[in-house]
């Protein structure tokens, strides 16, 4: 089953402006990270946020993470044509090391 | 250095038929996660091993599928009496001790479609 669900499932951007998705979860977690996926295969991890964090920065990625709501959200700054790919939030919970993934959002960046 | 390597690339067999799915996770990395992604949807959980033990088999959807990792380094993925259903990208992935907030290193797949 699928514990999160991105929004938007799409989102379509011109080249240079920021990119924005946020990720619902529904049970108390561990953590929550954030992968890529270009065409379909290779998952990419891109960040680590902690329960206990609120706000965290690795290059031009933004993660925030709202435990009293249930959600976070990804931001990409300065977008590039490179960053077009599916983008999913994963959670994982104390004494249970699988991931649960999200539905997805698709970033398209346009040239 | 190497990351996780999953093999075949693509599987293209018959409902009812037998196949087997390997991966090779990173070298000195004793977790290892199989799931499975539809398309359109993000991966599910199907099974964990740390070491030569399956620590949680709870996503496996029935007994057709079943998963080994004999020796805590390759692991097999296998599906009996194989269904249309069971057409999807089947992932690997591997950490380095299972923890929960340790990082998972995907493989590429294996696109499995069932005729």
């Known amino acids: 089953s699928q514990q999160g669900e991105e929004d938007p499932q799409a989102l379509s951007i011109q080249e240079g402006e920021n990119a924005t998705m946020n990720c619902s979860y529904k049970t108390s977690i561990n953590n929550l990270q954030w992968y890529r996926q270009n065409s379909g295969r290779g998952l990419v991890h891109l960040i680590l946020i902690r329960s206990n964090e609120r706000e965290k920065h690795s290059g031009r990625l933004r993660v925030t993470l709202d435990t009293s709501k249930k959600s976070s959200s990804l931001l990409i700054t300065a977008s590039r044509a490179a960053d077009t790919a599916s983008y999913f939030c994963?959670?994982?919970?104390?004494?249970?090391?699988?991931?649960?993934f999200g539905t997805g959002t698709r970033l398209t960046i346009i040239p | 250095g190497a990351g996780v390597s999953q093999t075949p690339s693509n599987k293209v067999t018959e409902k009812g038929k037998y196949v087997e799915l390997r991966c090779d996770p990173i070298s000195g990395h004793t977790a290892l996660y199989w799931y499975r992604q539809s398309l359109g949807q993000g991966p599910e959980f199907l099974i964990y091993?740390?070491?030569?033990?399956?620590?949680?088999d709870s996503g496996l959807p029935n007994d057709r599928f079943f998963a080994v990792r004999p020796e805590g380094s390759v692991s097999t993925l296998k599906i009996q009496r194989t269904e249309r259903g069971d057409s999807a990208v089947y992932l690997c992935a591997s950490s380095l001790a299972g923890l929960t907030d340790n990082e998972q290193f995907f493989g590429p797949g294996t696109r499995l479609t069932v005729l």
């Open positions: 091993f740390q070491g030569t033990g399956a620590a949680d």
């Open positions: 994963a959670t994982g919970n104390f004494g249970n090391e699988k991931l649960t």
